[in-house]
């Protein structure tokens, strides 16, 4: 049981410096070119590392992956916002992403205290993402003038936000308490399978780019095989879990929006995503607690069955499985892999503290 997460483990944190390596070679070279350029690169090279990982979470484990509601197949600049309940939710927008042809364009809002992984945390600031703290201790200006400066440099954009802030876990049932509580004394609906949506950071990407942004993903994604024996929803698949092959089947629900539909002002788009949050809540109640059983782990409408063509995943894990290995078969190579890992780290927590 254990080799069944071990062995992807170890390939997709063992490639992690070979990666960073050849990324830096670049960000070297390109110091003297436009960004432009560098930013091209660096969505391909984020291609082949993300392309590995869905090897494994999508080929290796034979998911099954449906599809509600129409993704287009072109790339386009959007912001993806989704419920959030365990680590595989990051995944699920890769899975997205590369089924557009745009997974290098993922980048993600993400809480402040990820910046301190070794090597990914610097890395994910390079590539576009952008760290948030929660409640007051939000800095909305350092949020726009990051992603004033990836317009500024015509960054294709995927930017992924789980507007809850935190997991949906059914294990912690005090954190949905008072989520419910909150939006009680707000007047805001009550939400059962979802947390009341916080909108600071979904307001200040939208305002910010409006002028750069092709529409709105709104996603819901529920895992079958999360309800008990007793019809309680259960802990959704933890990374570890999914590459397990615990989870038969992902189902995600897109619903694509066009920027004319979202009012601008804060105070209204709160509602709007609270709205937002009440339509995926009611889909998720249909999923999970449908009172006809053949109702249950599906979403209502047409669905499709997508599956991942190893032509999109396995090349990128030959290339960095090979480039690693031909690195660890020498001293020299050993040493500057091992090296990586201690400097790399050191440098990218260094870099985050100073820069965000």
């Not at 070279?29 to 494994?56: G, N």
């Not at 449906?66 to 899975?95: F, R």
């Not at 396995?314 to 990586?340: D, H, I, N, Q, W």
Request: aromatic share 12%; with cysteine; hydrophobic share 40%.
């Amino acid at each position: 049981y254990s080799m069944r997460y071990f062995l992807p483990a170890a390939v997709m944190m063992g490639t992690a410096p070979t990666y960073v390596l050849a990324w830096g070679a670049w960000r070297l070279l390109s110091a003297v070119l436009p960004a432009r350029f560098y930013r091209e690169v660096d969505d391909r090279l984020y291609t082949i590392y993300q392309s590995m990982v869905l090897f494994f979470f999508e080929n290796y484990t034979g998911v099954q992956v449906i599809i509600y509601g129409d993704l287009p197949k072109n790339k386009e600049n959007v912001i993806y916002l989704s419920n959030h309940q365990c680590t595989v939710d990051w995944i699920i927008a890769d899975m997205l992403a590369i089924r557009q042809n745009a997974l290098g364009h993922v980048r993600y809002v993400l809480k402040d205290g990820l910046k301190w992984l070794p090597l990914y945390g610097w890395y994910f600031s390079q590539h576009g993402g952008v760290y948030v703290k929660r409640s007051a201790k939000f800095n909305e200006k350092e949020m726009r003038e990051k992603l004033r400066a990836q317009m500024k440099a015509e960054t294709p954009m995927y930017l992924v936000i789980f507007p809850e802030g935190t997991r949906y876990n059914p294990e912690i049932p005090k954190v949905i308490a008072d989520s419910q509580s909150f939006a009680e004394k707000e007047g805001l609906a009550i939400l059962k399978h979802v947390l009341t949506p916080r909108v600071k950071a979904t307001h200040v990407a939208i305002d910010t780019m409006k002028g750069y942004l092709d529409a709105v993903y709104d996603v819901t994604v529920a895992y079958e095989g999360t309800v008990d024996h007793k019809g309680q929803r259960k802990l959704a698949p933890s990374m570890t879990e999914f590459l397990c092959k615990e989870c038969p089947r992902v189902h995600i629900f897109i619903d694509r929006i066009e920027l004319k539909d979202i009012p601008e002002e804060q105070m209204y788009m709160r509602r709007w995503l609270h709205e937002r949050f009440e339509i995926k809540d009611k889909l998720l109640i249909e999923f999970y607690d449908a009172k006809d059983s053949k109702r249950r782990n599906k979403f209502p409408g047409k669905s499709v069955h997508s599956k991942l063509s190893l032509k999109k995943t396995l090349p990128s894990l030959l290339f960095l499985g090979g480039l690693t290995a031909s690195m660890l078969l020498t001293e020299s190579g050993r040493k500057l892999y091992v090296k990586t890992w201690i400097y790399g780290t050191l440098i990218g927590c260094l870099w985050v503290s100073i820069k965000p």
